[in-house]
């Protein structure tokens, strides 16, 4: 091995490293990488650069965006209300209400914030009809997962590979094409969490105590640490919450569990819950900061938007996805010359729409994107390119096709598959597929076949964490909320990562032949 492809392999150590001990936010862990390839004449600058201009990115962005809006609206609230059976409630008939449906919504929308205002009304809804909220939880945030592999938008990963397969010259990723094979994988885990939620599950997570207010004019509200939060790697002790927030800290709670000694001494860390005494003023002024991942009052949320806005959100939806099915398809391909009419485009109308009538407040815009996990993705082209620049992308599949040699493609599928589906539940679902890309690339290359299997195992591979609750965001809002423990992750997820394991590499080469 020569000095680049060494050098490109120390790199991936300490960063895969960096990234599982959690020493910076992921997006700067990567654009340090980056920098390192730069100064070793690996990337060029404008290599370095590419991802920051590339089209899957931004649409990853404007994303953000277009979720933020529809949440504003009113219009999930008003859904999850009418799924929720309110007579003769059970377990079962409120799964099979709301599980399909909010797969269905995850398909078109970021998933955190489906989760965000879902899990609360379902907590309250499941304490009022007396059934144990984590057998609903964990199963809400699995159903967004499942939804999301089914079309180009539903998750960030599907635009980031459909990036790099555009980049490398092969044509990329219709907007329903993932689901394919995403809709069985989708229907057979929705059929395992109906069927053994209540059994693997646990009957119910920490119960809330009903201490006395410290004064009569607080109430209890429950928070979740997010990335941005000013504190993050001090100790509570050190960091003035009251003074900072106006509200008092009640109780700490760490992967789902309280922190029974002095939490003073704690490390503040992203994903932690808190339990606080908080006035009325708390929920209006940060329900919306991006510090918090959740803020929950106890309270039904009511909805400020009018009925002509959410009809007007979701008729916007309808049109972004609507126009980029049909501008993909033969006819309408070369109608506007020099446009491409594909989901780029109609999600760039749909945010200029929404900003124009204030779906999202325009003059606020920033707060919310997630900037780092854009960093991370733009940083991940990068990567990708060192990789195949410096021959350890070809290394690493000639390796691969000799562990394979007798099972031909569909063991290196397999292998793929087990690689992409472990790194991601350890590290970011972006940069895992980041580093597979360009060894499935080159494994496709030497063995002369169609890489399109390879590239749509990555993308199932890399959104199917459901092991642990560091793995995908919206696993780590339900922890907290739920009072899951690390194991109950693993027991409940790992038959579904086996789920998509066989049906993956069973069905995808029925529909993307080698």
Known sequence: MNFEIIFVLICMVGMLTALIMDIMRPGLILLCIV???????ILTPKEMLLGFSNKGMITVGLLFLVSEGVRQSGALNSIIHKLLPQKNASLAKAQLR??????????FLNNTPVVVIFAPIIKRWAEKMKIPATKLLIPLSYATILGGI????????????HGMILESGHKGFTMFELGKVGIFITIAGLIYIIAFSKKLLPDAGKTDSNEQNPTDNLHRVEVIIGARFPGIKKTYGEFNFTRHYGAYIKEVRRKGQPIEDDYSKEIIMEGDTLILWADDTFVPTWGDSRVFLMVSNGKEAQPKASKAKRLTALALIIFMITGATIGELPAF????????????????????????TK??????????????ILITIACAFAISQAMINSGFANVVAASVIDMTDSLGPHGILAMLFIVTNLTTELITNNAAA????????????????DPMPFFVVICIAASMSFCTPIGYQTNLIVQG????????????????NV????????????????
């Open 35 to 41: 920098i390192l390839f730069l100064c070793a004449g």
């Open 98 to 107: 709301m599980l399909p449906s909010i797969s269905f919504i995850s398909a």
């Open 150 to 161: 089914c079309t180009l938008i539903g998750t960030s990963t599907n635009l980031v590979v």
């Open 333 to 356: 391909e070369n109608i506007i010359p020099g446009i491409d009419l594909d989901m780029f485009f109609f999600v760039c109308i749909t945010t200029l729409i929404m900003a124009c």
């Open 359 to 372: 779906m999202f407040p325009p003059k606020k815009y920033t707060k919310y994107i997630s900037w780092d």
């Open 434 to 449: 980041a580093l597979s890309f360009p060894i499935a690339l080159a494994v496709a290359q030497q063995l002369h076949v």
């Open 481 to 496: 909320i739920g009072g899951y423990k690390f194991t109950d992750f693993l027991k409940f997820g790992l038959p579904l």
């Open 499 to 514: 789920i998509s394991f066989i049906i993956s590499v069973f069905t995808i080469p029925l529909f993307w032949e080698f």
